[in-house]
């Protein structure tokens, strides 16, 4: 069964405090992992897409990694303005529309 | 472009009662789909559709009907609406991006909360 995670549920940092956030998922057939911000009460903003081990994309203060089990999301020097709920969903399976969403993490930088 | 919008942004049902969520998008995305959000669970995909006309289950789609007439709108019925409904609804549309590895990239609208007393 195919399956995404998402450490930790909830993190809390101060601004500048570079972190990290994991997604680590189980799928049969990756075709492409997608991160979203989610701000309380709005609908996913789309962020990036990995679809191969060892890819990278960077977005401002943010920058996105993957390897065959997971994906990070590194957070370098983040404001208040960072703070959204951050989901991780991957698209598996050789053809179809097989979207499996991560829980997310609730990402808090205080001033 | 006002990308995916959703209608209503709110709404109360009684148990029993029906409805319809509109779903449009500007963006002549071929594929479409409708999720719901319930708290600390993931999205989950309820209906999806390749193209207009097409529809197919998603993961959770009992208790839903879902129309596609026109390209740029999908439709999400509820017959009969059961307390076990009560979630945020998202609807999100994507094209297909080809090459080595083709996937969709999902763009969401801004969600319905529907609430089933």
């Known amino acids: 069964e195919d399956q995404v995670t998402q450490s930790p549920e909830a993190l809390r940092l101060q601004e500048g405090e570079s972190s990290s956030l994991n997604c680590s998922y189980t799928?049969?057939?990756?075709?492409?992992l997608f991160w979203y911000r989610q701000d309380p009460g709005k609908g996913p903003e789309f962020l990036f897409t990995l679809y191969s081990a060892g890819e990278e994309k960077e977005k401002e203060r943010l920058k996105a990694t993957l390897t065959k089990k997971e994906s990070f999301l590194h957070i370098t020097a983040p404001k208040p303005e960072d703070s959204a709920t951050y989901l991780c969903a991957v698209q598996a399976g050789s053809y179809g529309q097989n979207f499996v969403f991560g829980p997310g993490t609730r990402l808090s930088v205080l001033p | 472009n006002a990308g995916v919008t959703q209608t209503p942004k709110f709404r109360v049902l009684k148990t029993g009662q029906s409805m319809t969520l509109l779903c449009a998008q500007d963006?002549?995305?071929?594929?479409m789909y409708w999720y719901r959000q319930d708290p600390g669970m993931g999205l989950r995909l309820i209906h999806y559709s390749v193209g207009e006309g097409t529809t197919a289950k998603g993961e959770v789609p009992d208790g839903y009907n879902v129309s596609r007439l026109k390209k740029q709108n999908f439709l999400l019925g509820l017959e009969s609406a059961a307390p076990s409904q009560t979630s945020v609804y998202f609807c999100?549309?994507?094209?297909?991006?080809?090459?080595?590895?083709?996937?969709?990239?999902?763009?969401f609208g801004p969600g319905t909360r529907l609430t089933v007393l």
């Open positions: 963006m002549n995305h071929e594929y």
């Open positions: 799928v049969s057939g990756l075709r492409g």
């Open positions: 999100a549309s994507s094209y297909l991006r080809g090459g080595v590895s083709s996937y969709n990239e999902q763009f």
